[in-house]
């Protein structure tokens, strides 16, 4: 966001002479520079200092200083008429940010909502930057303003003599983000809807088969009663009843293959091996289903599948090709463990371990949304990558899909039967002091970006190429490779949903209940 026009969210009206018929002096909030900063500041020192008398000589402080701090401002024309900066609230930008010093000049108040318009533009672009928590602390006068457009009261205090509100935005991008991908499985899937009572069912009805026995190895088809079988309910792959196969199958977006067909075809061969790594198992083989418009572009997927398989070392066994149709992909993958790990093995205060592979970049096209990490890595790399949670043997373990770390963490936590907290300040980020956990800094062979091409809000809501949930014990995960990171950074709980705890102590929600609504494995 570089501009807003303010009538086109306010209504026209006018101020300081500008009317509808005069454009050119049409109120406008623009993110501020050199002479627009200093007319900012001769209005706040006017408003807070000389007239309010909240500040003693100057209201500058610490954030006027900070090459972070963004200041926005409202002109009519060239003439600034208002107001407000937001920047970071922590040294190390961990997605937590404030805003501050909103101010309007004396001719300007109450005219065309200039302090709402401000304030709005402040929320736009803080959730464009990737901000999840965006606070402020109001004058109690103007709060009417701030809970008239969204945002909520958190406490309050004192300042200056005058009474103040702390307030904050709420950003539900993880709420959007998993209501999109992963609300509707329950209500789709129907688990439980073939009973144990009826042993003959068709296993053609359902999307994943097999049930643990005592041992946690996969059982006969007549205990079946939910999908996966009881233990198993809603996990990345399904055991295969009365062996030791693993089965996973994961399907390419259509408009991600028509729009990038090898980049699809590489992703749909990584997002199946994450599923089995996610259980433990070992790849043994491949199938595919693709569609095209043409042979051409056919020919354009299958060169991104082989190419995977081949980094992998998992043979493509065979599978379907049509030609003269909409664009699709799907494959299914095998694998063998004699031990599985299920997505919802974890207990009551069991620490959440995020390994994550935080070299690469966005992938072009994708930013903010699929962090490519893994098509520079060489094949052996891969395969211990691949390989991380069949040696660690955690209590429960999930990869992070394209819900992300939250909607994922989510997940496992849904399906162990507890809700889960995240410290924003312990995830492993590329760039950051975070990524100085086992397996990381002068081990990782691929060079990490700097933090600041990478939000903590878009990195928390990506698909990373390779990540791994875990759940253990506080202090013993054993998720180790030299091309991840590991860092425990958060909890199971009894509170449902997931919550985000900041480095204050305070927690924002970021899901409010179950992620699939499946329930408990």
Not at 9 to 25: C, F, I, R
Not at 48 to 76: C, H
Not at 352 to 358: E, G, P, Q, W, Y
Not at 478 to 497: D, F, H, I, K, Q
Request: aromatic letters at 4%; glycine letters at 16%; one cysteine or more.
């Amino acid at each position: 966001m570089s501009l807003i026009d303010v009538p086109a969210l306010m209504g026209p009206s006018e101020v300081l002479g500008a009317t509808e018929s005069d454009p050119a002096l049409s109120p406008l909030v623009v993110r501020a520079e050199g002479s627009d900063v200093a007319a900012y500041r001769r209005i706040r020192h006017d408003a807070f200092v000389a007239e309010q008398a909240i500040f003693s000589g100057t209201d500058r402080d610490d954030l006027d200083d900070d090459p972070r701090t963004i200041v926005l401002v409202a002109r009519v024309g060239a003439e600034v008429i208002g107001g407000v900066r937001i920047a970071p609230a922590t040294a190390i930008d961990i997605g937590w940010w404030t805003g501050s010093r909103l101010v309007v000049a004396p001719g300007a108040r109450g005219a065309a909502g200039i302090g709402s318009a401000l304030v709005r533009a402040a929320c736009a672009l803080a959730e464009q930057l990737g901000v999840i928590r965006f606070d402020a602390t109001v004058q109690e006068r103007s709060s009417i303003l701030f809970r008239r457009i969204g945002w909520e009261t958190t406490g309050t205090t004192v300042i200056g003599g005058v009474d103040h509100r702390r307030m904050r935005w709420p950003i539900g991008r993880y709420q959007w983000l998993v209501d999109a991908t992963k609300s509707h499985l329950a209500a789709l899937l129907e688990p439980g809807s073939l009973s144990s009572a009826d042993p003959g069912a068709s296993l053609g009805s359902l999307s994943s088969a097999g049930s643990p026995s005592s041992s946690g190895s996969p059982s006969s088809i007549g205990s079946l009663s939910s999908l996966g079988g009881a233990g198993w309910l809603g996990d990345d792959g399904a055991p295969v009843p009365g062996t030791d196969v693993i089965a996973a199958c994961d399907a390419i977006l259509p408009s991600m293959v028509e729009r990038d067909p090898e980049w699809a075809g590489w992703c749909g061969v990584l997002v199946n091996v994450n599923d089995l790594s996610a259980m433990g198992a070992a790849p043994v083989g491949l199938l595919d289903a693709v569609a095209g418009r043409d042979a051409a572009f056919v020919r354009r997927v299958l060169a991104g599948v082989r190419r995977g398989a081949e980094a992998w070392g998992v043979p493509l066994l065979g599978g379907h090709t049509q030609v003269g149709a909409p664009a699709s992909l799907s494959i299914t993958a095998l694998g063998r463990t004699s031990t599985p790990v299920p997505g919802g093995g974890g207990r009551l205060g069991d620490a959440l371990s995020l390994t994550v592979d935080v070299g690469g970049s966005w992938r072009p096209g994708y930013s903010g949304s699929q962090w490519n990490s893994t098509e520079a890595r060489r094949s052996g790399e891969l395969r211990d990558l691949a390989g991380t949670v069949a040696r660690a043997q955690p209590a429960a373990a999930k990869d992070v899909s394209m819900a992300g770390i939250v909607g994922t963490v989510g997940m496992l936590a849904e399906a162990s039967g507890y809700g889960a907290v995240i410290e924003v300040g312990a995830v492993p980020v590329p760039g950051s002091s975070a990524a100085g956990g086992s397996g990381a800094a002068g081990s990782v062979s691929m060079g990490s970006v700097s933090m600041g091409s990478v939000s903590m809000g878009d990195w928390l809501g990506c698909f990373p190429g390779f990540g791994m949930v875990t759940a253990d014990r506080a202090g013993r995960s054993r998720m180790s490779s030299p091309y991840a990171v590991t860092a425990e950074m958060g909890e199971l709980t009894t509170s449902p949903g997931v919550r985000l705890r900041w480095p204050d102590g305070e927690t924002t929600l970021a899901v409010s209940g179950g992620v699939t609504g499946l329930g408990p494995a």
